[in-house]
């Protein structure tokens, strides 16, 4: 387990040892803080028949089988887009019956926000009278566009986020590359969203976008050759202009400057939606984003 969720996941087991866990457990907090591996964690440890406390035996059937992914009292659902209330049909109808190997049945539905509101419905009678020994963990990133009728049927449980030092030590665990520790900080409480980014950093780093902005505002690039040079990652461009500002923001005390970076992130926002239109003039875009920061007045 994640070390900033491995005590949210002890106390959970103590009371799946003193049989005390709630039968539909709401889990949340932002993309990026491991709420998946949670879940499934908690899963493996109900359907593991010699837990020791957070911990699955490793041996027995239901464990090999979930090591294998194949365990037939496991259930899950997810969606790229929406879950329909097919897919929730579906699920409900795996859990009526006995379980099929250690008793206990499992049914995790994750981005639960997805649920249509008939979806949702769906689900209510079986959160209202759950079918013996079964467990329905749901995750949720935004737990607003949850309904109420379901909020209401679950117990709620907020995952922690971790402090900086726990989430950075993680991450140098997973990562050997270098870590920018401003660039870091805008990621700490998502340890595996930042991750995500140092690894697809590589190629086009917020090292080098610096570098680049450097050039810029000392007059040594124009806004058009470094729009040129950085086309074919518009979409970095946009995210880290945005990232910059908030370091800028952060280092600044000028109210003029301020202004003049909160116009350079609204920009970018702007930007990044025209992109979207199919035949829209990247370079030109891009310039015109690279010109508004330039624009600033030094400081
Ligand atoms: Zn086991």
């Known amino acids: 387990m994640y070390p900033w969720l491995s005590k949210t996941f002890l106390q959970l087991s103590e009371r799946i040892a003193g049989k005390k866990l709630h039968h539909a457990i709401l889990v949340q ?3 990026g803080l491991g709420k998946t591996k949670f879940v499934l964690n908690l ?3 109900l359907l593991c028949a010699n837990p020791q406390l957070d911990k699955t035996c490793g041996t027995c059937q239901s464990c090999r089988l979930n090591a294998a992914s194949t365990h037939p009292d496991l259930h899950q659902v997810e969606s790229e887009k929406q879950i329909g209330v097919d897919l929730i049909r579906d699920a409900i109808k795996k859990l009526v019956g006995s379980a099929q190997m250690s008793g206990v049945k499992v049914l995790i539905i994750h981005h639960a926000d997805t649920m249509t509101e008939s979806s949702a419905n ?6 209202e009278e759950p079918t013996s020994s079964t467990f329905i963990l749901l995750t949720t990133a935004k737990p607003e566009r949850i309904l109420p009728t379901i909020k209401s049927r679950c117990e709620k449980l907020i995952l922690p986020s971790p402090d900086f ?3 950075i030590n993680w991450v140098r665990t997973q990562y050997a590359g270098a870590i920018d520790p401003q660039f870091a900080k805008l990621f700490a409480a998502r340890p595996l969203a930042l991750l995500d980014e140092l690894q697809q950093e590589q190629k086009f780093t917020f090292e080098l976008f610096k570098q680049g902005i450097v050039e810029l505002t000392s007059g040594h690039k124009s806004a058009t050759s470094l729009a040129i040079e950085w086309q074919e990652h518009t979409d970095k461009v946009i995210k880290w202009s945005q990232f910059w500002v908030r370091e800028q923001v952060s280092l600044v005390n000028n109210h003029t400057v301020v202004v003049n970076l909160y116009a ?3 920009k970018a926002t702007k930007i990044s939606q025209q992109l979207r239109n199919p035949g829209v003039n990247k370079i030109l875009q891009l310039a015109g984003l690279l010109t508004a920061i330039s624009l600033i007045p030094s400081y």
């Open 29 to 31: 907090g932002p993309s």
């Open 43 to 45: 899963a493996e440890l």
């Open 122 to 127: 769906a689900l209510l009678k079986t959160l």
């Open 264 to 266: 350079v992130e609204k």
């Open 165 to 167: 030092n726990t989430s």
